[in-house]
């Protein structure tokens, strides 16, 4: 055992020590001028991490809660009597929806089975035939992998007068989301994922023109009614609600550390490790779930080798302090998650991909032993034995 978990995980992450000693700052007031200066230090910051040109023409309200509640605040506050629909190819996807018909009873959906592409001629032809006033999509769709297309969506979405808005929960802060170029009227993200802070914060990033629109729509929510937010912003620089004020300054610590390393070398850096990750998983004759020209920066989707159960992976791996995620849905049972978010040294990834060989190479033995212990040359067709071309591989 280390004397910590290494979270390969999209979240929560392993976070950095600078954040562990802002959260202990001395304690402010939400209703002081510390809290106002913090918190236009946090916009300004992000806006500098989308890498916006033309700033005056965002704002960025952050909100206490998970990147759920970011999404509920988008969902609930932008519609109005208007049409929206829902892009969904995974769990995200479907979580928005379910969210939606909660606030919009004019909500519309396009489903793709979890972890295939969109087909932009559906979504066109759609758009083509049906009064659509919002188009909704997850970037990255956590539960495969898949990076769904802004700019092709947001071509789409302008070409037929709709406003696009991102759930950009677990993308942001490793993938580049382009406001201005892909039409993203409203972008929603998370503390505790790829920017690599505490859980307990989210944010949504929009043009102030589309802020603005939102008082013209009845409120369907109190506390996440994104228009009584962005009020707040405008003439006091504060949040409506009492916020989570330690989780803020480590928000702030967090973005600094990003901007100080470059956004272009942070998402490189990010990069750099799944690279990694997937050719050391490759060479233990892994196969992944999607293309690789499909997945996101972040998470890699690993099928389960024949005769391992997904629980005892994970069981074992935690007996050696890594933490991965199982697979949910139509993908339960079947493949494993490993993030490569948060601080996680190019040692922290030799580790995982030593100790995963070895937690295979026991696996396998121990399903070859229950599978024939006393008549070794029976073949079981369902559960492999352990061959020797397999241990070559494995010990590699």
């Not at 102030?208 to 620089?237: C, E, I, P, R």
């Amino acid at each position: 055992m280390l004397d910590k978990y290494l979270l390969f995980t999209p979240g929560p992450v392993n976070v950095a020590a600078s954040l562990r000693h802002a959260i202990c700052k001395a304690d402010i007031c939400h209703r002081e001028p510390d809290f106002d200066g913090l918190l236009a230090r946090i916009e300004q910051k992000l806006l500098t991490l989308f890498e916006i040109k033309k700033r005056n023409r965002y704002r960025a309200v952050v909100i206490t809660g998970s990147g759920t509640a970011a999404n509920e605040a988008i969902l609930s506050s932008v519609v109005g009597d208007g049409a929206i629909l829902i892009l969904s190819n995974g769990e995200f996807g479907e979580r928005l929806h379910k969210t939606s018909i909660i606030h919009n009873k004019h909500t519309h959906l396009i489903q793709q089975p979890w972890g295939t592409p969109f087909d932009p001629d559906q979504i066109a032809a759609y758009l083509a035939t049906h009064r659509i006033d919002v188009v909704a999509m997850v970037h990255h769709e956590t539960c495969s992998g898949m990076l769904n297309p802004l700019a092709a969506i947001g071509a789409l979405t302008k070409a037929h007068g709709a406003i696009f808005v991102v759930d950009g929960v677990s993308s942001v802060g490793a993938e580049v989301v382009d406001m201005e170029g892909c039409n993203i009227a409203f972008c929603s993200s998370s503390s505790s994922k790829a920017i690599g802070s505490y859980p307990g914060l989210s944010f949504v990033i929009g043009r102030k023109k589309q802020f603005k629109k939102l008082k013209l729509h009845a409120a369907k929510t109190t506390y996440l009614n994104l228009a009584t937010f962005y009020g707040f912003l405008k003439q006091h620089s504060q949040t409506p609600n009492t916020p989570a004020v330690p989780l803020f300054l480590a928000l702030e610590q967090a973005l600094t550390n990003i901007l100080s390393d470059g956004v272009t070398n942070r998402f490189a850096r990010i990069r750099a490790r799944a690279d990694q990750l997937r050719l050391g998983m490759r060479k233990l004759n892994l196969e992944f779930v999607l293309d690789e020209a499909d997945m996101c920066a972040i998470l890699t989707t690993v099928k389960v080798p024949p005769s391992i159960l997904v629980r005892d992976l994970r069981d074992r791996l935690r007996e050696k302090s890594i933490i991965i995620y199982e697979g949910k849905g139509c993908f339960a049972g079947k493949v494993f998650q490993v993030g490569n978010i948060g601080e996680l040294s190019d040692r922290d990834i030799q580790f995982f991909l030593s100790t995963l060989r070895d937690v295979l190479l026991e696996l396998q033995a121990e399903a070859a032993d229950v599978v024939a212990p006393i008549r070794p040359k029976a073949i079981n067709p369902t559960i492999p034995a352990l061959t020797e071309p397999m241990l070559a591989t494995l010990s590699s």
